[in-house]
């Protein structure tokens, strides 16, 4: 019963996630969740960009269950085929060349920064300094906090880890200013996803591009939340037809299944030396066995098609509802199946919550925006559902 299991979590589990919505799920069916009571919601929140093939996929499933019959970790003193054969995927498909297995997004972000200081330190250059951007979200360990540009995440974790620093997103000179000759990496978000999905400029990413040619400097895009399809493009760099040297991924990658990886282009593939890096569960044999089943879904399934249609079909909709609920909606920023939408300051809260009593699952952030990043498999059906329920609370507030 739920009411047991809220006082179970208020007893035992740290209170990291405050009052959380007064709901439980015991199962899922595509965009369907289904609560103790019977009750059924719709997950257009995707467990935060993570279910991107839905809930209960029976291919997903079978090949998990598949993998389970076999073997689920050995350790990495052994060959993995199904790690080699994940990082082969990733690399086919993008402009990596290779690849390195973690447990999360924070993780993949701590061995890209690991990746890019060493880098420098191969050659005896003193470089190490690290510039990401206000308002950007890479994580909560003590690294990725000191990486993540808001205050409320590193406020009381001082000193942070030292050799990071944040500059205006979207404004090219505040990174020129903060150029030093110690600078190894810029890390970005091509869409701050955290803070209510905000897109960078190609132009500015492109000049980006142009000053890490000119001064040595490690680009990594940090893709934890705009990867795998998100954008309906199988990576959103690939949207913006620009590449970076290191790019990491997560959040949909493993299918739910918990995996990150650190994706690195010809400059930095053969960095890392043995024993410069290492992780104990990260790529094991049932993980990568997730992934690879993702890729294989995906591509049977046309997903990253799917999500550039849906993305469109979908951004179309709010637009409309935009232009007829003009006092109410302020914004709606779209990259495919990521998707904000900023609602006027004092009733977006309340918005956010119809929308939940509604059976409709999203998530506020930035303060203003409800963010959505359903799962890929979603129908037109789905997003005109999505669409009505919205206009039915936009109506009644
Ligand atoms: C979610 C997220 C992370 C952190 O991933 P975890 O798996 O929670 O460690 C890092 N970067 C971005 C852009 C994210 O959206």
């Not at 009571?37 to 993570?50: E, M, P, R, S």
């Not at 689920?72 to 080699?84: D, G, K, P, R, V």
């Not at 402009?95 to 061995?111: I, L, Q, R, T």
């Not at 904000?340 to 203003?368: H, M, P, R, Y």
Request: aromatic fraction near 10%.
């Amino acid at each position: 019963m739920l009411e047991e299991i809220i006082q179970l979590d208020k007893k035992y589990y740290m209170n990291t996630f405050g009052d959380r919505l007064p709901v439980c799920f015991e199962k899922g069916e595509g965009l369907k969740l289904i609560d103790d009571k019977g009750n059924t919601y719709y997950d257009f929140l995707g467990g935060i960009a993570v279910n991107a093939l839905g809930h209960g996929h029976k291919d997903f499933i079978a090949a998990l269950k598949n993998q389970l019959d076999k073997v689920i970790h050995t350790s990495s003193l052994y060959y993995i085929e199904n790690q080699a054969k994940l990082a082969q995927k990733l690399a086919e498909s993008t402009c990596a060349e290779k690849v390195f297995f973690a447990n999360s997004g924070a993780e993949a972000n701590e061995g890209a920064f690991k990746l890019a200081r060493k880098y420098f330190y191969k050659q005896g250059v003193e470089k190490y300094e690290i510039i990401t951007l206000d308002k950007s979200f890479h994580g909560r360990t003590l690294a990725t906090v000191a990486a993540t540009g808001q205050e409320k995440y590193q406020k009381p974790y001082r000193p942070l880890t030292p050799g990071f620093k944040q500059v205006e997103p979207n404004n090219f000179e505040a990174v020129e200013n903060a150029v030093t000759d110690k600078t190894a990496a810029i890390m970005i978000e091509l869409i701050q996803g955290e803070s209510g999905v905000h897109p960078m400029d190609k132009e500015y990413v492109q000049k980006l591009r142009k000053l890490c040619d000119e001064k040595d400097i490690i680009l990594i895009f940090d893709e934890v939340q705009t990867g795998m399809g998100r954008t309906g493009h199988l990576f959103a760099h690939q949207m913006y037809g620009i590449e970076p040297d290191i790019f990491t991924s997560a959040k949909a990658l493993g299918g739910g299944i918990p995996i990150g990886a650190v994706c690195a282009g010809k400059k930095v593939a053969d960095t890392f030396e043995p024993g410069d890096h290492g992780t104990t569960f990260g790529g094991n044999p049932f993980a990568t066995a997730a992934g690879l089943a993702v890729f294989d879904i995906y591509e049977k399934e046309h997903l990253v098609e799917n999500a550039a249609k849906m993305g469109e079909y979908f951004e179309e909709k709010l637009n409309a509802l935009k232009d007829k609920y003009a006092d109410k909606i302020t914004d709606v920023r779209c990259a495919g199946l990521l998707i904000g939408i900023q609602i006027k300051d004092d009733i977006a809260k309340a918005v956010f919550n119809k929308l939940f009593e509604s059976g409709i699952l999203t998530s506020l952030c930035g303060g203003n925006t409800i963010r959505i990043a359903p799962p890929l498999i979603i129908k037109e059906n789905d997003v005109d559902l999505f669409v009505n329920e919205l206009e039915n609370v936009l109506k009644e507030i």
